[in-house]
């Protein structure tokens, strides 16, 4: 057991235990202007003016002292959307589309997705792992603590198996928290080209009870949008899903407004993601239904679309958590930072509310805000110490790292 104490920093965080904030919420922060707090084996254990938090040492002395000398403190970046297990780049296609091609067009050629399924299908387990691990490393250096990933480069019951299980170990051989989500409904693989009916039944029939023996899926998500499944099938699967006992998200309205963030309300997921395209109706019904948005504007950015309706979200009040979406083709980025200045600068988030939405919100979206998202006793010790005085920084030095140093469990970790 050791006692760890931190002094002299200027703490921001999100104060509202486990539920998400949404609307005015969104944007309330408690700040310690000159703040401290108390790690006891991993876990914070007061946080407030040094006066309250000696008093909860009562006749205890801290095995360690830390002066954080004036700069900001946050928790630790949750990234709760993520397809950081893959084998290879796509950096070709990436020209492709730079040269006028749209990703759903490379998709439809077999590349896309697709071609990642092929890369994963040939690789072994360690090859994945190696890779995916270098993938992480780079996203802790960028302050992520605790991060979701998707399985969903399989697309047949044996890989995506696989997949999971290669997830599951990058949780337990990195620092990082990791929260791994089914997401074999991520494209119709290229042996059910003519039959994409028989690959839902495979999802529903064969797939889906597999993956809950299995045990280590938490979620289950599915891309709805044109040419890949549509609401109908969608609904279908996360009926499916939900019987077999996954909490759902649906990656919904992405390129084209199917009305997937409707269907996320009326299936009453936990979260709708990307929503580039959502309508006022299914946003209307994600507010309803306290469906989380996970907004990806790294992901807007990279195939140069418009950014999500951030405000209108949260003035409908959603609550709006953010994600990197890193993947090996629509967006590939490690950097929650450049993330939250995309949502400033780009989203008009103010820095306030884009801080819940990578840490509390983000938490909640993947079902971890009992233990993270927050700096408040009770949670995992994670958090960032700033190059700066307010979270602002992000945007203020965009592009850059404007971080001293990463802490996973009350450990030094970046
Ligand atoms: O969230 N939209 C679908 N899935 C990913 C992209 C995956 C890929 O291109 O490999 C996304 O953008
Ligand atoms: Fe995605």
Known sequence: MTLKLFKHGRIYTPLTGRDPAAGGEQGKLAFYEDGCFLVDNGQFAAVGAMADVEKCLEDRCPDQEFDLEGAAV?????DP?????????????FSMRLEGKSYLEILKAGGGILSSVRSVRSASDQELFDFSRALLASTLFYGTTTIEIKSGYGLDTETELRMLRVIDRLGRETPQTVVPTFMGAHAVPEEFKDNPEGYVSLLREDMLPAIAEQGIARFCDIFCEEGVFSVEQSRRVLQRAREWGFRLKVHADEVH?????????????????????????????????????????ATAYSLRKPFARARTMIEKGVPVALATDLNPGSCFCESMPFVFSLAVMGMELTPEEALTASTLNAAWAIGMSREAGSIEPGKMADFLVLDGETPAVFAYASGARPIRSVWKLGECVA
């Open 74 to 78: 946050i928790p630790g970046f949750v």
């Open 81 to 93: 959307h993520t397809h950081a297990c893959f084998a290879a780049r796509r950096e070709t296609e």
């Open 257 to 297: 407004d199917l009305g997937g963030a409707a269907m996320a309300g009326e299936m009453r997921a936990v979260s709708a993601e990307h929503l580039l395209a959502a309508s006022d109706a299914g946003i209307a019904a994600m507010a309803k239904e306290g469906v989380v948005a996970v907004l990806l504007p």
